[in-house]
Antibody, heavy 120, light 111 residues
Framework: QVQLHESGPGLVEASQTLSLTCTVSGGSISSGGYYWSWIRQHPGKGLEWIGYIYYSGSTYYNPSLKSLVTISVAMSKTQFSLKLSSVTAADTAVYYC????????????WGQGTLVTVSS | QSALTQPASVSGSPGQSITISCTGSSTDIGGYDYVSWYQQHPGKAPTLIIYDVTDRPSGVSNRFSGSKSGNTASLTISGLQAEDEADYYC???????????FGGGTKLTVL
């Protein structure tokens, strides 16, 4: 059973780059049929899709964040990462990594989430 | 403002049934069967409860069911239990630039 776990700094200074890593256990990013995703949730708010990556390296981003976001897969194929540049207080949120199953069209596996606070 | 519209809150008594709607457009819900629903308890990550409009992952109670009509998808929970009190989110694939949309979420209160 695949499990996901987010890691990274819980506090980022405004204007800096937010960097998070998602570690995949019990499976590999190289197994086709899935997009490896980042989703965030502002405090007390709903879910926002940030983007995802296929094992081949193809990426798809939310247009509202596209110019600031980079999602990549590590050479190990057991981790993928999120970089969000020029952060502001509006980027304070819980960040989730999740696996999107292409056939089912759904996020079938989620990490536990990590809170990132942007300090001014 | 979310791309998919859900009621902010619904409530019901134990044993009753409730339905949560999720309204989109012909470019998302109306055009594809990639509609999914997620349950989120406070402080926890969302979990998948419905995919492909009507299907349940293994282990999800058959008290949860999904449907779709036109541009609106619905989640019905029958035989309400106290443990069903949570936030519920719909999601859909979209052929717009934003490939994946979420609803704003609905808070279910079990009275």
């Amino acid at each position: 059973q695949v499990q996901l776990h987010e890691s990274g700094p819980g506090l980022v200074e405004a204007s800096q780059t937010l960097s998070l890593t998602c570690t995949v256990s019990g499976g590999s990013i190289s197994s086709g049929g899935y997009y490896w995703s980042w989703i965030r949730q502002h405090p007390g708010k709903g879910l926002e899709w940030i983007g995802y990556i296929y094992y081949s390296g193809s990426t798809y981003y939310n247009p509202s964040l596209k110019s600031l976001v980079t999602i990549s897969v590590a050479m190990s194929k057991t981790q993928f990462s999120l970089k969000l540049s020029s952060v502001t207080a509006a980027d304070t949120a819980v960040y989730y990594c999740a696996r999107y199953a292409m056939v089912q069209g759904s996020f079938d596996t989620w990490g536990q989430g990590t809170l990132v606070t942007v300090s001014s | 403002q979310s791309a998919l519209t859900q009621p902010a809150s619904v409530s019901g008594s134990p044993g009753q049934s409730i339905t949560i709607s999720c309204t989109g457009s012909s470019t998302d819900i109306g055009g594809y069967d990639y509609v999914s629903w997620y349950q989120q308890h406070p402080g926890k990550a969302p979990t998948l409860i419905i995919y492909d409009v009507t299907d349940r992952p293994s282990g999800v109670s058959n008290r949860f069911s999904g449907s779709k009509s036109g541009n609106t998808a619905s989640l019905t929970i029958s035989g309400l239990q106290a443990e069903d009190e949570a936030d519920y989110y719909c999601s859909s694939y979209s052929n717009s630039n934003t490939l994946l949309l979420f609803g704003g979420g609905t808070k279910l209160t079990v009275l």
